[in-house]
Protein backbone atom coordinates (compact mmCIF):
# COMPACT_ATOMS: atom_id res chain seq x y z
CA UNK A 1 0.00 0.00 0.00
CA UNK A 2 1.33 3.42 -0.90
CA UNK A 3 2.15 5.54 2.24
CA UNK A 4 2.16 9.19 1.50
CA UNK A 5 4.59 11.69 3.55
CA UNK A 6 3.04 13.63 5.26
CA UNK A 7 6.06 16.94 5.58
CA UNK A 8 4.46 18.66 8.15
CA UNK A 9 1.15 19.56 6.57
CA UNK A 10 -0.85 18.65 9.50
CA UNK A 11 1.29 21.03 11.72
CA UNK A 12 0.73 23.69 8.59
CA UNK A 13 -2.83 23.16 8.53
CA UNK A 14 -3.79 23.17 12.36
CA UNK A 15 -1.44 26.34 12.90
CA UNK A 16 -3.37 28.37 9.66
CA UNK A 17 -6.85 27.17 11.18
CA UNK A 18 -6.60 27.95 14.95
CA UNK A 19 -5.16 31.15 13.88
CA UNK A 20 -7.98 32.18 11.61
CA UNK A 21 -10.28 35.03 12.22
CA UNK A 22 -13.54 35.55 13.25
CA UNK A 23 -13.56 32.01 13.22
CA UNK A 24 -10.95 28.97 13.86
CA UNK A 25 -11.32 26.09 11.69
CA UNK A 26 -9.60 22.55 11.08
CA UNK A 27 -9.74 20.60 7.91
CA UNK A 28 -12.63 17.66 8.24
CA UNK A 29 -9.94 15.82 6.29
CA UNK A 30 -7.90 15.28 9.19
CA UNK A 31 -10.64 13.17 11.10
CA UNK A 32 -9.46 10.21 9.80
CA UNK A 33 -7.22 8.73 12.13
CA UNK A 34 -7.37 5.55 12.73
CA UNK A 35 -9.88 6.32 15.62
CA UNK A 36 -11.81 8.74 13.83
CA UNK A 37 -12.49 5.95 10.91
CA UNK A 38 -13.94 3.48 13.60
CA UNK A 39 -15.48 6.05 14.88
CA UNK A 40 -16.98 6.88 11.45
CA UNK A 41 -18.21 3.65 10.92
CA UNK A 42 -19.81 3.29 14.06
CA UNK A 43 -22.16 6.86 12.56
CA UNK A 44 -23.16 5.01 9.73
CA UNK A 45 -24.28 2.49 11.74
CA UNK A 46 -26.70 5.20 13.84
CA UNK A 47 -30.12 5.14 13.26
CA UNK A 48 -30.11 8.73 13.39
CA UNK A 49 -27.46 8.86 10.37
CA UNK A 50 -30.37 7.46 7.36
CA UNK A 51 -28.10 8.78 4.69
CA UNK A 52 -25.28 5.81 4.42
CA UNK A 53 -28.43 3.73 4.32
CA UNK A 54 -30.16 5.08 1.71
CA UNK A 55 -26.90 5.08 0.06
CA UNK A 56 -26.87 1.93 0.29
CA UNK A 57 -30.49 1.02 -0.76
CA UNK A 58 -29.97 2.75 -3.75
CA UNK A 59 -27.00 0.98 -5.12
CA UNK A 60 -28.62 -2.13 -3.73
CA UNK A 61 -31.77 -1.74 -5.65
CA UNK A 62 -30.22 -0.07 -9.01
CA UNK A 63 -26.75 -1.35 -9.00
CA UNK A 64 -27.52 -3.41 -12.09
CA UNK A 65 -28.82 -0.47 -14.12
CA UNK A 66 -25.77 1.36 -13.10
CA UNK A 67 -23.47 -1.37 -14.71
CA UNK A 68 -25.35 -1.62 -17.61
CA UNK A 69 -25.33 1.99 -18.62
CA UNK A 70 -21.19 1.41 -18.96
CA UNK A 71 -19.32 -0.09 -21.49
CA UNK A 72 -17.13 -3.28 -20.69
CA UNK A 73 -13.45 -2.95 -19.66
CA UNK A 74 -14.04 -0.56 -16.87
CA UNK A 75 -11.76 0.45 -13.87
CA UNK A 76 -13.56 1.57 -10.67
CA UNK A 77 -11.88 4.11 -8.55
CA UNK A 78 -13.27 5.36 -5.50
CA UNK A 79 -12.85 8.74 -4.26
CA UNK A 80 -12.62 8.44 -0.19
CA UNK A 81 -13.98 5.18 -0.29
CA UNK A 82 -13.12 4.59 3.60
CA UNK A 83 -14.18 0.61 4.20
CA UNK A 84 -15.93 0.35 0.61
CA UNK A 85 -19.19 -1.46 2.49
CA UNK A 86 -21.90 0.33 0.13
CA UNK A 87 -19.33 -0.39 -2.62
CA UNK A 88 -19.17 -3.95 -2.49
CA UNK A 89 -22.81 -4.05 -3.64
CA UNK A 90 -21.86 -2.29 -7.49
CA UNK A 91 -18.63 -4.48 -7.38
CA UNK A 92 -20.78 -7.95 -7.01
CA UNK A 93 -23.04 -6.56 -10.23
CA UNK A 94 -20.34 -6.08 -11.80
CA UNK A 95 -17.96 -9.35 -11.19
CA UNK A 96 -20.89 -10.52 -12.97
CA UNK A 97 -19.99 -9.06 -16.12
CA UNK A 98 -16.13 -9.18 -15.86
CA UNK A 99 -13.22 -9.13 -14.18
CA UNK A 100 -13.32 -6.53 -11.32
CA UNK A 101 -10.46 -3.47 -11.13
CA UNK A 102 -10.93 -1.57 -8.60
CA UNK A 103 -8.85 1.45 -7.24
CA UNK A 104 -9.94 2.54 -3.65
CA UNK A 105 -8.55 6.11 -2.73
CA UNK A 106 -8.22 7.08 0.82
CA UNK A 107 -6.17 8.97 3.20
CA UNK A 108 -6.76 6.38 6.00
CA UNK A 109 -5.05 3.41 6.30
CA UNK A 110 -6.86 1.72 8.43
CA UNK A 111 -9.94 1.96 6.40
CA UNK A 112 -8.33 0.84 3.48
CA UNK A 113 -6.77 -2.17 4.79
CA UNK A 114 -9.97 -3.20 6.28
CA UNK A 115 -11.70 -2.17 2.12
CA UNK A 116 -8.65 -4.34 0.62
CA UNK A 117 -9.63 -7.29 3.22
CA UNK A 118 -13.07 -7.46 2.25
CA UNK A 119 -13.38 -6.27 -0.97
CA UNK A 120 -9.97 -7.93 -2.65
CA UNK A 121 -11.86 -11.50 -2.68
CA UNK A 122 -13.65 -9.61 -5.43
CA UNK A 123 -11.39 -9.26 -8.25
CA UNK A 124 -7.83 -7.10 -8.42
CA UNK A 125 -8.03 -4.06 -5.52
CA UNK A 126 -5.65 -2.00 -5.47
CA UNK A 127 -5.78 0.70 -2.65
CA UNK A 128 -3.98 3.86 -2.94
CA UNK A 129 -3.38 5.54 0.41
CA UNK A 130 -3.74 9.25 -1.12
CA UNK A 131 -5.34 12.52 -1.61
CA UNK A 132 -8.31 12.36 -3.76
CA UNK A 133 -6.49 14.59 -6.43
CA UNK A 134 -2.96 12.53 -6.25
CA UNK A 135 -5.12 9.50 -6.35
CA UNK A 136 -6.85 10.57 -9.50
CA UNK A 137 -3.66 10.73 -11.34
CA UNK A 138 -2.43 7.89 -10.31
CA UNK A 139 -5.30 5.91 -11.34
CA UNK A 140 -5.32 7.55 -14.55
CA UNK A 141 -1.24 6.69 -15.24
CA UNK A 142 -2.57 2.97 -14.90
CA UNK A 143 -5.22 3.28 -17.31
CA UNK A 144 -5.34 0.39 -20.08
CA UNK A 145 -6.04 0.85 -23.80
CA UNK A 146 -9.26 1.01 -24.07
CA UNK A 147 -10.45 0.97 -20.55
CA UNK A 148 -13.17 3.18 -19.08
CA UNK A 149 -12.96 4.76 -15.97
CA UNK A 150 -16.00 4.45 -13.28
CA UNK A 151 -15.36 7.24 -10.66
CA UNK A 152 -17.41 6.42 -7.64
CA UNK A 153 -18.22 9.75 -4.71
CA UNK A 154 -20.31 7.85 -2.45
CA UNK A 155 -21.97 9.15 1.01
CA UNK A 156 -22.67 12.79 0.13
CA UNK A 157 -18.60 13.37 0.93
CA UNK A 158 -19.08 16.22 -2.05
CA UNK A 159 -21.28 17.82 0.59
CA UNK A 160 -17.76 18.78 2.54
CA UNK A 161 -16.64 21.65 -0.06
CA UNK A 162 -17.78 24.91 0.04
CA UNK A 163 -19.87 25.60 -3.20
CA UNK A 164 -17.73 27.20 -5.37
CA UNK A 165 -15.19 24.35 -4.39
CA UNK A 166 -17.30 21.97 -4.75
CA UNK A 167 -17.63 22.51 -8.33
CA UNK A 168 -13.40 23.05 -8.41
CA UNK A 169 -13.06 19.89 -7.15
CA UNK A 170 -15.08 17.70 -9.78
CA UNK A 171 -14.00 19.68 -12.50
CA UNK A 172 -9.70 18.92 -10.90
CA UNK A 173 -11.24 15.09 -11.32
CA UNK A 174 -12.60 15.60 -14.81
CA UNK A 175 -8.90 16.89 -15.71
CA UNK A 176 -7.81 12.92 -15.29
CA UNK A 177 -10.84 11.72 -16.98
CA UNK A 178 -11.28 11.60 -20.76
CA UNK A 179 -14.84 11.44 -22.93
CA UNK A 180 -16.93 8.84 -22.04
CA UNK A 181 -16.02 8.07 -18.33
CA UNK A 182 -17.79 8.01 -15.75
CA UNK A 183 -18.47 9.60 -12.07
CA UNK A 184 -21.23 8.44 -9.67
CA UNK A 185 -21.75 11.06 -7.02
CA UNK A 186 -23.65 10.62 -4.11
CA UNK A 187 -25.48 13.87 -2.78
CA UNK A 188 -27.63 14.24 0.18
CA UNK A 189 -31.21 15.87 -0.23
CA UNK A 190 -32.83 18.71 1.84
CA UNK A 191 -34.72 17.56 4.00
CA UNK A 192 -36.80 17.76 7.56
CA UNK A 193 -34.40 20.05 9.35
CA UNK A 194 -34.93 17.78 12.43
CA UNK A 195 -33.96 14.88 10.74
CA UNK A 196 -31.15 16.24 9.42
CA UNK A 197 -29.28 17.77 12.82
CA UNK A 198 -30.15 14.45 14.19
CA UNK A 199 -27.89 12.68 11.97
CA UNK A 200 -25.10 15.09 12.95
CA UNK A 201 -26.04 15.04 16.90
CA UNK A 202 -26.95 12.19 17.53
CA UNK A 203 -27.83 11.20 21.40
CA UNK A 204 -26.01 8.34 21.75
CA UNK A 205 -22.95 10.85 21.66
CA UNK A 206 -20.95 8.95 18.82
CA UNK A 207 -20.70 12.56 16.51
CA UNK A 208 -19.56 13.96 19.24
CA UNK A 209 -16.61 11.27 19.78
CA UNK A 210 -16.06 11.69 16.07
CA UNK A 211 -15.68 15.41 16.57
CA UNK A 212 -13.64 15.34 19.59
CA UNK A 213 -11.46 12.97 18.35
CA UNK A 214 -10.13 15.78 15.71
CA UNK A 215 -8.43 17.42 19.21
CA UNK A 216 -7.27 14.19 20.37
CA UNK A 217 -5.59 13.77 16.88
CA UNK A 218 -4.00 16.82 17.36
CA UNK A 219 -2.44 16.06 21.14
CA UNK A 220 -1.51 12.81 20.15
CA UNK A 221 0.37 13.66 16.78
CA UNK A 222 1.40 17.07 17.09
CA UNK A 223 2.35 17.11 21.36
CA UNK A 224 -0.60 19.46 22.13
CA UNK A 225 -2.91 19.40 25.02
CA UNK A 226 -6.08 20.13 24.38
CA UNK A 227 -8.31 19.24 27.22
CA UNK A 228 -11.33 17.62 25.60
CA UNK A 229 -13.71 17.82 28.62
CA UNK A 230 -13.81 21.46 28.05
CA UNK A 231 -14.75 21.16 24.24
CA UNK A 232 -18.20 19.96 23.25
CA UNK A 233 -19.57 19.27 19.94
CA UNK A 234 -22.17 21.42 18.19
CA UNK A 235 -24.21 21.07 15.32
CA UNK A 236 -26.14 23.62 13.75
CA UNK A 237 -28.59 24.04 10.02
CA UNK A 238 -27.66 27.46 8.54
CA UNK A 239 -30.35 26.90 5.85
CA UNK A 240 -29.34 30.05 4.06
CA UNK A 241 -26.37 28.23 3.48
CA UNK A 242 -28.45 24.97 2.71
CA UNK A 243 -25.74 23.22 4.70
CA UNK A 244 -24.94 21.43 8.53
CA UNK A 245 -22.19 23.18 10.50
CA UNK A 246 -20.21 20.72 13.31
CA UNK A 247 -18.53 22.94 15.09
CA UNK A 248 -16.40 22.70 18.69
CA UNK A 249 -17.13 24.64 21.44
CA UNK A 250 -14.74 26.33 24.18
CA UNK A 251 -16.84 25.82 27.62
CA UNK A 252 -14.58 27.91 29.14
CA UNK A 253 -11.92 30.85 28.65
CA UNK A 254 -8.34 28.73 27.88
CA UNK A 255 -4.84 28.62 26.65
CA UNK A 256 -4.22 25.54 24.45
CA UNK A 257 -0.11 24.76 23.57
CA UNK A 258 0.80 22.80 20.70
CA UNK A 259 4.07 22.40 20.61
CA UNK A 260 4.09 19.87 17.22
CA UNK A 261 3.05 23.71 15.50
CA UNK A 262 5.05 26.08 17.38
CA UNK A 263 1.51 27.51 18.70
CA UNK A 264 0.06 28.76 21.71
CA UNK A 265 -3.67 29.73 21.02
CA UNK A 266 -6.50 31.76 23.40
CA UNK A 267 -10.35 30.62 23.27
CA UNK A 268 -12.97 32.47 24.82
CA UNK A 269 -15.46 31.10 26.40
CA UNK A 270 -17.87 30.01 23.84
CA UNK A 271 -15.52 30.51 21.32
CA UNK A 272 -16.01 27.75 18.21
CA UNK A 273 -13.94 25.98 15.72
CA UNK A 274 -15.62 25.14 12.72
CA UNK A 275 -14.36 21.43 11.98
CA UNK A 276 -16.77 20.25 9.01
CA UNK A 277 -19.37 21.66 6.25
CA UNK A 278 -21.84 19.11 5.38
CA UNK A 279 -24.13 20.84 2.50
CA UNK A 280 -27.43 18.94 1.66
CA UNK A 281 -28.79 19.57 -2.00
CA UNK A 282 -31.50 20.23 -4.49
CA UNK A 283 -31.86 17.62 -7.56
CA UNK A 284 -31.86 20.44 -10.11
CA UNK A 285 -28.73 21.99 -7.92
CA UNK A 286 -26.48 18.60 -9.14
CA UNK A 287 -27.26 18.83 -12.58
CA UNK A 288 -26.18 22.79 -12.68
CA UNK A 289 -22.60 21.64 -10.25
CA UNK A 290 -21.78 19.07 -12.77
CA UNK A 291 -22.67 20.88 -16.06
CA UNK A 292 -20.35 23.48 -14.37
CA UNK A 293 -17.92 20.99 -13.77
CA UNK A 294 -17.56 19.71 -17.40
CA UNK A 295 -19.90 16.27 -17.27
CA UNK A 296 -23.73 15.56 -18.66
CA UNK A 297 -25.87 13.98 -16.00
CA UNK A 298 -26.79 10.59 -17.64
CA UNK A 299 -29.00 8.88 -15.11
CA UNK A 300 -30.05 9.56 -11.03
CA UNK A 301 -31.35 7.64 -8.89
CA UNK A 302 -33.48 8.95 -5.83
CA UNK A 303 -34.67 7.16 -2.49
CA UNK A 304 -37.74 8.38 -0.80
CA UNK A 305 -37.90 7.04 2.60
CA UNK A 306 -34.44 9.12 3.21
CA UNK A 307 -33.92 11.65 0.52
CA UNK A 308 -31.05 11.35 -1.15
CA UNK A 309 -29.72 11.14 -4.93
CA UNK A 310 -27.42 8.60 -6.83
CA UNK A 311 -26.24 10.87 -10.16
CA UNK A 312 -24.26 9.04 -12.92
CA UNK A 313 -22.55 11.81 -14.41
CA UNK A 314 -20.46 11.78 -18.08
CA UNK A 315 -17.39 13.51 -18.57
CA UNK A 316 -17.60 15.50 -21.64
C1 LIG B 1 -17.52 10.85 4.93
S1 LIG B 1 -16.38 9.52 4.79
C2 LIG B 1 -17.20 8.57 3.50
C3 LIG B 1 -16.75 7.14 3.44
C4 LIG B 1 -17.50 6.29 2.42
N1 LIG B 1 -17.24 6.74 1.05
C5 LIG B 1 -18.98 6.32 2.68
O1 LIG B 1 -19.72 6.75 1.80
O2 LIG B 1 -19.40 5.86 3.75
C6 LIG B 1 -15.04 10.28 3.92
C7 LIG B 1 -13.89 9.35 3.58
O3 LIG B 1 -12.97 10.10 2.79
C8 LIG B 1 -11.66 10.01 3.32
N2 LIG B 1 -11.03 11.31 3.05
C9 LIG B 1 -11.30 12.50 3.65
N3 LIG B 1 -10.57 13.49 3.08
C10 LIG B 1 -9.81 12.89 2.13
C11 LIG B 1 -8.87 13.40 1.17
N4 LIG B 1 -8.57 14.69 1.10
N5 LIG B 1 -8.30 12.52 0.31
C12 LIG B 1 -8.60 11.18 0.37
N6 LIG B 1 -9.49 10.65 1.24
C13 LIG B 1 -10.10 11.51 2.10
C14 LIG B 1 -11.83 9.68 4.79
O4 LIG B 1 -10.73 8.98 5.32
C15 LIG B 1 -13.12 8.85 4.78
O5 LIG B 1 -12.85 7.48 4.65
Redesign the pocket.
Known amino acids: MYAPALDGEFARDVCAGLQRSPLKTLP ?2 Y ?2 DDLG ?1 VL ?1 DAI ?1 RLPEYGL ?1 RS ?1 ARILESSARAMVDALPPDLAVA ?5 TG ?2 TRLLLEELRRRERVVYYP ?4 EQ ?1 LQQCAQELGPLGDVYPLR ?3 LE ?1 MRAVAGRRAPGQTLLVLF ?2 S ?1 IG ?1 FESDAAIDFLYAIRTSLEPGDALLL ?1 TDLVKDERLMLAAYDDPTGVTAAFNLNLLGRINRELDADFDLRQFEHHARYRADAQRIEMRLRSKTHQKVTVRGAGLIVDFARGEEILTEVCHKFRPEQICGMARAAGYRLEAQWTDQAWPFAESLLAAV
Open positions: CRFYSFTSDELGSGAKIDVSAMSYGLGTNG
